[in-house]
């Protein structure tokens, strides 16, 4: 899955809340000299009031933060360097959002999850505006990202130095030298 050297990937690490995405993300993005980006700092406070009374995002939420993603991606792309941000992703049109903000160097990482332990995961996160009893919705909206080339699914309850010892393997042919 390499990518034109002389230009630096964007990668997205996608999945439900509580997989393991910013943990993920901010060690590939240092491994592999980069940008790392939370997409949760990129949300409205509005949709994080929501998320906070318990209540699901739609799409009408969702939008305007894949477009803030996006932008920052491509933004990020542009300091020559990998950037890595941390983005749930969970359906198939919001993946080709993020594509079209970003271009051909975007690639993702799934990090494969089952409900109970993300359940588990995100009630013992003091403080966080996502509540476990929304992890069950962020299933019900999950579109895995089975075929599509891009991405590469990896479980969330792996071993975290050896999966992102394997990514940064494999981005790192991307990055450029």
């Not at 999945?15 to 000299?33: D, E, F, N, P, Y």
């Not at 949760?40 to 305007?64: C, I, Q, T």
Request: charged share 30%; proline share 7%; glycine share 10%.
């Amino acid at each position: 899955m390499p990518t034109d050297p002389s230009h630096p990937p964007a990668i997205v690490v996608m999945g439900v809340s509580g997989s393991g995405k910013t943990t993920i993300g901010r060690r590939l993005a240092q491994v592999l000299g980069g940008r790392f980006v939370d997409g949760d700092d990129l949300h409205s406070d509005a949709a994080r009031a929501k998320m906070r009374e318990g209540r699901a995002l739609d799409d009408d939420d969702r939008w305007p933060w894949l477009d803030r993603i996006g932008a920052t991606l491509s933004e990020a792309k542009r300091e020559g360097r990998p950037v890595v941000a941390a983005c749930s992703a969970l359906k198939k049109r919001y993946r080709d959002r993020i594509r079209a903000a970003v271009g051909t160097t975007l690639r993702f990482v799934y990090l494969a999850a089952e409900p109970e332990a993300m359940r588990e995961r995100v009630g013992g996160r003091p403080g966080h505006y996502m509540p476990a009893s929304l992890v069950d919705s962020q299933f019900a909206a999950l579109e895995a990202p089975v075929g599509e080339a891009d991405v590469v699914t990896i479980p969330a309850d792996g071993a975290i130095k050896s999966e992102v010892a394997a990514l940064a393997r494999m981005f790192a042919s991307s990055a450029p030298k």
